[in-house]
């Protein structure tokens, strides 16, 4: 019984797909697509820069290559970073601590978008 139901449903499934063969990809065509001209990318490189938070005090850098701010050494006396907060314009997101010091306090690593 189990045998007749597997098997039914697996002629059922290739019916329905139109056949096994249905799936594999077309070859008509292919000397067309050889004639187009590749596309060409432009892509446009930002300089790198570094600059200085001054209502917080850290350094923070530019990733052209993921479009966003970053920060490793944001220092809490406390250890305890908030999740996001916005300063200058940008809003950034806690990703981790950097490293943690004897004393409680820490440098933590964020990221941010303008």
């Given at each position: 019984?189990?045998?007749?139901?597997?098997?039914?449903t697996?002629?059922?499934?290739?019916a329905l797909?139109?056949?096994?063969a249905?799936?594999?990809?077309?070859?008509?065509?292919?000397?067309?697509?050889?004639?187009?001209?590749?596309?060409?990318?432009?892509?446009k490189?930002?300089?790198?820069?570094?600059?200085?938070?001054?209502?917080?005090?850290?350094?923070?850098t530019?990733?052209?290559?993921?479009?966003?701010?970053?920060?490793?050494?944001?220092y809490?006396?406390?250890?305890?970073f908030?999740?996001y907060?916005?300063?200058?314009?940008?809003?950034?997101?806690?990703k981790?601590?950097?490293q943690?010091f004897?004393?409680?306090?820490a440098?933590?690593?964020?990221e941010?978008?303008?």
């Open positions: 019984m189990f045998k007749k139901l597997v098997v039914g697996l002629a059922t499934g290739i797909t139109g056949g096994i249905s799936a594999s990809a077309s070859t008509e065509g292919v000397e067309n697509a050889k004639q187009v001209a590749p596309i060409v990318q432009e892509i490189v930002d300089k790198n820069y570094s600059s200085t938070n001054n209502e917080y005090g850290f350094t923070y530019w990733d052209p290559g993921r479009q966003i701010y970053k920060t490793y050494d944001f809490r006396h406390d250890g305890v908030a999740s907060f916005e300063s200058d314009g940008i809003k950034w997101y806690f981790g601590k950097v943690v004897s004393d409680g306090s440098l933590g690593h964020y941010g978008r303008k």
